[in-house]
């Protein structure tokens, strides 16, 4: 069965660069979530789309924004970045974004600023 | 705001003995409750959900886990554990008619299971 698709798997940032991390949902998935999972911690909610609309908002800094596109892929654009930034970076899809919904990961983008 | 512990950061198992990891959760209202398993160097992967009714849920690859209100845990359990189990596992939480999306995440559990 066909996955969640992240791209690219690992990206190598300096600091106050910019970072683009892509996310391909599970075909017929409408919602797209964005997780981040610094070394050694849990995942946490960043921000969600629902056909291409935000529907919730975690813990995103400002420096960070996201959309999703009409055919429903959604990128994470991160500006300025900073060491702290460093983590695996989830993207999740959902069929319609509903509280029961399972939400399937991706095999998440490991980014690394030095 | 909800929350989700799991007391265990480790987990020792012998292969063939049963595998228990806990989890309780803090939610206002009912739960929706989750187990993901993650393996090195690979995302968060569903093995089960519990969203209403039976209070014994069962998953992939042979995992059950148990809703219990009263105590508010929501238990992973595997009969007869094999190696190829040993990984991490998450327990999440998101409320019923929550207004959000997001799941809320335990710190997680490392599994060893010992051949």
């Known amino acids: 069965a066909a996955g969640v698709i992240q791209s690219p798997r690992h990206l190598i940032k300096e600091k106050r660069e910019t970072a683009t991390l892509k996310c391909y949902p599970i075909?017929?998935?409408?919602?797209v979530y964005w997780y981040q999972q610094g070394p050694g911690q849990d995942p946490q909610f960043l921000i969600s789309?629902?056909?291409?609309?935000?529907?919730d908002k975690g813990s995103i800094p400002d420096r960070f924004s996201a959309q999703q596109f009409s055919d429903y892929h959604s990128e994470l654009n991160m500006s300025s970045l900073e060491l702290g930034d460093s983590a695996l970076y989830f993207c999740?899809?959902?069929?319609?974004?509903?509280?029961?919904?399972?939400?399937?990961f991706g095999p998440g983008t490991r980014l690394t600023v030095l | 705001a909800q929350s989700v512990a799991q007391p265990e950061d480790q987990v020792n198992v012998a292969e063939g003995n049963p595998l228990t990891v806990k989890c309780t959760y803090s939610?206002?209202?009912?739960?929706?409750l989750f187990w993901y398993v993650q393996y090195p160097n690979r995302g968060l992967q569903f093995l089960l959900k519990y969203i209403t009714g039976d209070n014994l849920v069962k998953g992939s690859y042979g995992f059950e886990a148990e809703f219990n209100k009263s105590q508010t845990s929501f238990h992973l359990k595997k009969p007869s554990a094999l190696v190829s189990d040993s990984a991490l596992y998450f327990c999440a939480v998101r409320p019923q008619g929550a207004a959000g999306n997001k799941l809320t995440f335990g710190g997680g559990t490392r599994v060893l299971v010992k051949p």
């Open positions: 789309f629902y056909e291409k609309m935000q529907s």
């Open positions: 939610v206002s209202g009912n739960p929706y």
């Open positions: 075909p017929r998935h409408d919602t």
């Open positions: 999740a899809s959902s069929l319609s974004g509903g509280p029961r919904d399972t939400q399937y």
